[in-house]
């Protein structure tokens, strides 16, 4: 037998309570071999979306075959459905509320329904990371493929999120508008535009090179910034955009907080226009 | 050789210093392939009580032989024995201070004073944790039981924790009294009165429910709740009561936090009364 | 095939992001049965100094062969080299810009430049983290010395940290000056001088003990502390000195929180002075 897939956990169970440590207890009775990695459990309680958005940005580095099981359930108990999803050519365990959005990014995505019954018999009615989604994600990780297909039938309209930050044109111009998706540790204002459309925008004409208008602290002050870095050691002592490891465009003040200084949060506008040449 | 049984780690240690890390490099030198967990490492420094609370509601999720390593040890260095307890098929290690208190729940549980000499004459006087518990835990981890009982001389009486919420009768009436135990990252409170116990209560007299009295901001208010939830899902605008995740009654607000609404905090007073059949 | 070395990860990343699950999903990818350790990742964002410092007291407890990953990289994507260093038996992975400072205490460290074309080629100019160090780390754990070699040329000289708290000779007599280094969760006032440092200072002359002065607030106020303790547990209200469990001299006050009574801080001067026998 090959050795299990690794399982990685998302939540909102912070670090403090003893929630984390019992799925990981089920997690390790049902694939003592399995490697179990951390993505954060400190999403805010209830906030599907973030967890979302975070998944989306964790999930590309794990090998093929690894399980996510992410669990921001505040309908634990109720009538939504325990899903397990295909995608990627990994799994994706949670509830169907919007938690596993990033696996739909895969056209060929396809979730099943966790409907083993003696798993479902024995849960409690409001811990199913531990009762029904750690057991499924650990026999996933034992029994790949061929497990997944028997947990259940297929849905095939799971419950999606909309996308919290679509981009748009800008109004007046034919500019892009764009928001700031998260604010991470070192300050960096990461938006919601990604590398390729950005690219697209910026092949649209021949230009060299493109402008941001920041719109922060809630919208009663605007930053400019112009052009686009490649590295963080290239800042001076003035906010910089690049395009970030996650492949989304992000603001940055390298040495300090790019989020605190321009008062952003999520939600805040940031548009692209134009710089035309010379 | 079968594989190592897994370790859970429970310290007061935080996680921003380097100690949790020494007892890891320290289990994993012993014991290469056996799998670590954190349970958490934020108890308050020296909150034995808090510890051994919560090493109660996180230890039966693991599988038979997993090694518990609870390690909130103020008395590190002085002549408290170190322990390794066997219970409910697993084992506990650490100092004979209260904090295994969970294993002795076991009515068989068997606790044997760790008496290596090796272990203990290498051992610093400041961190038994990295010097005598690691090693000792991770030797049980791959020996299991032949390897526990050869670990040092049986202890009788090791020091237990008096119950700080024993449940009590109300005063005026025939109902119970129990306290809050712990408010968890979601605003629950959780009592110290468990599942088997309220349904006892319950089936002393036919009755159809149940109203809790809850003291809150430390007895300055009282919230009355009519009748257990099953699910956080069935909450409104208004707390809730249940059995939680660890069969423990608790008190909700899903959305809000129970224990900022009510003020509630661990010591606090919540009264369980009949509601008559009408 | 060996098992794996275990991987042990000290970054500046916190732990809210998704930085170090793509780390970890980068090195599992590449070696599966690969332990990891987390020392930590809350290393205030780009302090180099305090991540070496906490990579110093933490490497010793890890078995040989194990691969320290040490990210705190603010040059990442700029002309600063990607290193491994072997020392101690075990190897260090980071940036070249002191975070490895720990590994060339062994006077046969070897620092060699990671210049595999592959992995550079395809590396982010932002996160070398995940692209660079994880790859390079899962190939040493998996492949040890050998893999090692062939990772790149040596570099002779790599770029080092000063000593941020060199011990002195007092001003005005024949004691000794160091610094607090570091407060730990339990408030515990970690000086920069070593045990061994001490006790040759000791063993100078004949002398029964020590007195500290410890000049805390920021110089403000000037506590005293005569003779060592041997462990936490025999101090009564006032606050001890010790030989902490990394062999540093230590002010505590167990019980207490040392560095918030005393007002100490890093870089705060704690002074030894000889006790004459009576």
Redesign the interface.
Known sequence: MN?PA?I?LLT???????????????L??HA??A????????IP??DVARAAF?LA???????GG?VFVAVVD?????ARHPLAVHAFGQFFVGPDNGVLEAAYADPDASARRIADAKLLAGA????HG??VFAPAAAKIAQGGETTWRKLGPTVEVPVRLPDPWPTTAAPDSDGLVTHVA?V????NAITALGELELEAWLNQRSVSGVVLRIHGARGSSVTEIRGLA?????AGEQPIA?????GLVEIAL??GHAGLRLGLAPGDVVELHHRETA
């Open positions: 050795p690794a990685a909102d169970f912070g670090s403090s309570d003893w929630y984390v440590a019992e799925m990981k207890g089920v390790l009775a003592p071999a490697a179990l990695v951390d993505i954060t459990h400190t309680p209830g975070v940005r964790a999930h590309a580095a794990f090998a690894t505040p309908g634990v108990g109720t409690s009615a409001t811990f531990r009762d998260h991470d540790r070192f300050g490649r590295t963080y050691g290239e690049l395009v970030g490891s996650a390298p040495g």
